[in-house]
């Protein structure tokens, strides 16, 4: 393979070779565990799916047909992944199982097609009708996700009001997706490769634009003045409480007695303001009060589990310096005193 070549491989099979990994990563390991980001890793994954085999493809034409049904069939997903990613990104009231059962339809003409039209013997109908369907069917989903978005880009056009990090998420996502599905449906035009090219260019843009981004506005909620008196925004808030509750319960940070809110937000990856007004001025809340919500919830299930525990051994187990402040704490969230708590356990077990 002449050097030329070997760059082009290189660079088009690194997009791929991300795009692979990076769908592991929200499939797997993106916190908050958010319904978007299973999304978000499938269509990575078959973005990276399609492009393997184009990579493969343009290096070697004698490629197995197998290997161009699945690449080619991949593309089918890519649309609605794409489409389900933003609505559930953007859209709270989204109905998840109207989406889902657009995949699974979509996942049974896949399949009983291939069965019955296998690529090896029907080369000329999947490169000719199956292909310009399914960039036609790609082509749908990303319209439907442009209107989907369609707030955010008024936001752009009228520069109204500065649009938030998930919108800005959604609005990356569906760039790319777009430049990509160009590439493809223009290869005619230009080169069959373009695609894994775009999707190599495409990926470190967008990487690069985001932590740009991060670093310039830190997201616009965090950049928030604690004293502006305005909520955080809805989604902000319901996603930020996402990644605290799961931080607390993952690490049982609740139960270090000497937990301060700057060492949360410092978990969290965020600034102990944000925190604070979060708590403020969408749950009415204080941090301390917050934090012995956690505590009592804990020393209720161990309660209902061993009723014969001391007060005090509770208490240090759910994060309470001592037993007089567990009694305050547990009296004002649950409205009675830990022994009546505990007494009305074993009442209900006798």
Same mark, same amino acid.
């Given at each position: 393979?002449?050097?030329?070549?070997?760059?082009?491989?290189?660079?088009?099979?690194?997009?791929?070779?991300?795009?692979?990994?990076?769908?592991?990563?929200?499939?797997?390991?993106?916190?908050?565990?958010?319904?978007?980001?299973?999304?978000?890793?499938?269509?990575?994954?078959?973005?990276?799916?399609?492009?393997?085999?184009?990579?493969?493809?343009?290096?070697?034409?004698?490629?197995?047909?197998?290997?161009?049904?699945?690449?080619?069939?991949?593309?089918?997903?890519?649309?609605?992944?794409?489409?389900?990613?933003?609505?559930?990104?953007?859209?709270?009231?989204? %109905?998840?199982?109207? &989406?889902?059962?657009?995949?699974?339809?979509?996942?049974?003409?896949?399949?009983?097609?291939?069965?019955?039209?296998?690529?090896?013997?029907?080369?000329?109908?999947?490169?000719?009708?199956?292909?310009?369907?399914?960039?036609?069917?790609?082509?749908?989903?990303?319209?439907?996700?442009?209107?989907?978005?369609?707030?955010?880009?008024?936001?752009?056009?009228?520069?109204?009001?500065?649009?938030?990090?998930?919108?800005?998420?959604?609005?990356?996502?569906?760039?790319?997706?777009?430049? &990509?599905?160009?590439?493809?449906?223009?290869?005619?035009?230009?080169?069959?490769?373009?695609?894994?090219?775009?999707?190599?260019?495409?990926?470190?843009?967008?990487?690069?634009?985001?932590?740009?981004?991060?670093?310039?506005?830190?997201?616009?909620?965090? %950049?928030?003045?604690?004293?502006?008196?305005?909520?955080?925004?809805?989604?902000?808030?319901?996603?930020?409480?996402?990644? &605290?509750?799961?931080?607390?319960?993952?690490?049982?940070?609740?139960?270090?007695?000497?937990?301060?809110?700057?060492?949360?937000?410092?978990?969290?990856?965020?600034?102990?303001?944000?925190?604070?007004?979060?708590?403020?001025?969408?749950?009415?809340?204080?941090?301390?009060?917050?934090?012995?919500?956690?505590?009592?919830?804990?020393?209720?299930?161990?309660?209902?589990?061993?009723?014969?525990?001391?007060?005090?051994?509770?208490?240090?187990?759910?994060?309470?310096?001592? %037993?007089?402040?567990?009694?305050?704490?547990?009296?004002?969230?649950?409205?009675?005193?830990?022994?009546?708590?505990?007494?009305?356990?074993?009442?209900?077990?006798?």
């Amino acid at each position: 393979m002449k050097f030329d070549h070997q760059l082009l491989f290189f660079f088009s099979a690194l997009g791929a070779f991300n795009g692979s990994i990076l769908s592991l990563y929200f499939f797997l390991f993106a916190k908050p565990k958010h319904l978007s980001n299973y999304f978000l890793g499938g269509m990575l994954l078959m973005l990276s799916i399609r492009i393997w085999k184009s990579v493969f493809f343009y290096f070697n034409p004698d490629l197995s047909r197998v290997y161009l049904q699945i690449g080619l069939s991949a593309c089918f997903f890519i649309g609605p992944f794409l489409y389900a990613y933003v609505k559930t990104r953007l859209d709270k009231s989204f %109905k998840r199982k109207l &989406i889902f059962g657009q995949i699974l339809l979509l996942l049974l003409v896949t399949l009983i097609t291939g069965i019955i039209y296998p690529y090896e013997v029907y080369p000329e109908l999947w490169g000719d009708v199956f292909y310009k369907i399914i960039n036609y069917q790609w082509l749908l989903y990303i319209l439907l996700s442009a209107y989907a978005m369609k707030n955010t880009f008024s936001k752009m056009i009228n520069r109204s009001r500065k649009i938030s990090p998930r919108e800005f998420w959604a609005l990356s996502v569906f760039t790319g997706v777009f430049i &990509i599905w160009a590439a493809y449906f223009f290869a005619s035009y230009t080169s069959y490769i373009m695609g894994g090219l775009s999707f190599t260019l495409v990926l470190y843009l967008s990487i690069l634009v985001i932590y740009q981004q991060r670093e310039k506005s830190a997201p616009e909620t965090v %950049k928030r003045d604690k004293y502006e008196g305005n909520k955080i925004d809805a989604s902000d808030a319901e996603e930020l409480l996402g990644s &605290i509750d799961h931080i607390l319960r993952d690490q049982q940070l609740f139960k270090d007695p000497n937990l301060t809110l700057p060492q949360l937000a410092e978990k969290v990856k965020v600034r102990p303001h944000l925190i604070s007004q979060l708590l403020n001025d969408n749950l009415n809340k204080n941090f301390s009060l917050f934090i012995n919500e956690y505590r009592i919830s804990e020393a209720r299930r161990i309660l209902g589990s061993d009723s014969n525990l001391k007060m005090e051994v509770v208490a240090e187990m759910c994060g309470f310096n001592s %037993k007089s402040t567990f009694y305050t704490a547990f009296k004002k969230i649950t409205q009675t005193t830990p022994a009546k708590y505990a007494n009305s356990w074993d009442i209900l077990n006798s």
